[in-house]
């Protein structure tokens, strides 16, 4: 039963540079979210997608934006990143309306220089 | 505004001692709570969920408690080994779609 699976694992990218992280939620979950972690703090909610559409949005600027497509997979994209996007980006799936609580997967470390 | 604290922020123990790991709330409307362990640089892994309407949860040599009057949740670890050391993190869920979370409790538990 595979978890929730996202890549790139590590990314580099440079000030002012766009760049874009997947994630496919686990299997029979419908509902993504994805959550940003600077070290030493706890992830930090960035966006949720159900039905293709973002249903609820965290304290991020539209620099951040989603995607959710058919098969529940969900991209998030930033744009113009500064330093201060470098981070770990999680992704967390769910099945909406159960209290089944979330599933994460291991994380993007997006490193901007 | 849900806030969600873990204190202390850093703890050591001696292997085999049993370990206590605190999560306070400040919103009792709580729909569940959720405790993850994170190894450095990895994503979180899901030990316990706790339903609003439940007061403990155990697997194996984990224990968490809830109380929403006090607006604390406890982990509780028996026996530590050094395999054990890691960030507990608790999340508290309100049903709007997103999880609080504290900041992390690091443990080193020492051989």
């Known amino acids: 039963d595979a978890g929730v699976t996202q890549s790139p694992t590590h ?3 440079t000030r002012g540079q766009q760049v874009t992280l997947r994630c496919s939620p686990k299997s029979g979950h419908d509902t993504v979210s994805w959550y940003q ?5 706890g992830p930090q909610f960035i966006f949720q997608y159900y039905e293709e559409e973002e249903r609820q949005r965290g304290n991020f600027p539209d620099r951040f934006s989603g995607h ?3 098969n529940y997979s969900s991209e998030l994209n930033v744009n113009a990143l500064l330093l201060g996007d470098s981070a770990l980006y999680l992704c967390a799936s769910s099945l ?3 209290n089944y609580g979330y599933t994460f997967g291991s994380g993007t470390r997006l490193t901007v220089v | 505004k ?5 204190i202390p922020a850093a703890l050591s123990v001696p292997e085999g001692e049993n370990l206590v790991l605190n999560c306070s709330f400040t919103d009792s409307a ?6 993850f362990r994170q190894d450095p640089g990895k994503g979180l892994t899901s030990l316990l969920l706790i339903q609003s309407s439940q007061r403990e949860q155990t697997s194996g040599r984990l224990n968490a408690s809830l109380d929403k009057s006090s ?5 509780y670890i028996a026996a ?17 779609n997103r999880l609080a979370f504290g900041k992390g409790n690091q443990v080193v538990v020492i051989p």
């Open chain 1, 68 to 70: 959710q497509f058919p």
């Open chain 1, 11 to 13: 990314l580099i990218k």
């Open chain 2, 2 to 6: 849900q806030e969600v604290t873990q």
């Open chain 1, 96 to 98: 909406d309306r159960s």
């Open chain 2, 30 to 35: 709580i729909y569940n709570l959720q405790w």
């Open chain 2, 71 to 75: 607006g604390r949740s406890t982990l």
């Open chain 1, 37 to 41: 972690q600077a070290l030493g703090q």
């Open chain 2, 80 to 96: 530590s080994q050094p395999g054990d050391s890691a960030t507990y993190l608790c999340a508290a869920s309100y049903g709007n």
